[in-house]
């Protein structure tokens, strides 16, 4: 066979091709699910129901304060699960659903970042979390967040750290979101520096929120309106 060098180029190029989309595509466990987790979703199941319930639904960013007593709110409800991803809330969304609480605030995807799970299944997610609630759920009004920032010079959370490019992907799609009964809470510019990081005065560890980050989530809540 004649090698030419318009054939040796294209070669060449299928191998760099090739080697590129396997450079970008990294394993990710959808199954994951914390240790915890099991424990908690029995705990939650057991909680009494009540259609006044506002239920706040996430990962360990969410789970980090009391709601009812930082909001001075009996009815709301913390479904926060440290490690969680959009896979899990999925899987434990029907306990959510059967409350038919008055409000869902949804806070999740971080953990799905770090663990290399692709931007288009962090948002198909998304749409399936929002679509079954209103599904389920009918009179329950929406309100899903954009993710927070994070802070690398912390160095702890290492895996979650160097991926703000799908940070910044998957706030531009939630703020597209417009479908009925669902409302957009944009809580990342609030606790934006001028680096574009976490305000470090907010976080403990570049990830999760002192009682200071809780307060200014609490006021972008009274101040939207969003608790009425």
Partial sequence: MKVTIKNLILCLGFIALSLGVYAQTKPHDT???????????????????????????GN??????????LLNLPQAKNRGISGDITFGVLERLQEVIDRKPAKVFV?????????????SLILRNYKTIISRIREGS?????????LLPVNASFEKFKNHYGKDEHILYLNDQIRKFTEKNVTVI????????ADKKLKAELTKDGLH????????????????????
Avoid at 31 to 56: C, G, H, Q
Avoid at 60 to 69: F, M, N, Y
Avoid at 110 to 118: A, E, G, L, Y
């Fill in 31 to 57: 199954t994951y699910r914390p240790a915890k987790y099991k424990e908690l979703v029995e705990k939650f199941n057991a909680d009494p129901k009540s259609k006044n319930d506002y239920i706040f639904l």
């Fill in 60 to 69: 360990s960013i969410t789970a980090g304060t009391d709601w009812s007593k």
């Fill in 107 to 119: 806070l999740i995807g971080i953990n799905d970042v770090s663990r290399n799970i692709p931007d």
């Fill in 138 to 146: 009918k009179k329950t009004q929406i309100y899903f967040y954009t």
């Fill in 186 to 193: 944009d809580l990342y510019p609030h606790f934006l520096d």
């Fill in 209 to 228: 929120l002192i009682p200071a980050g809780y307060e200014v989530w609490k006021d972008v809540l009274i101040k939207g309106g969003y608790l009425k």
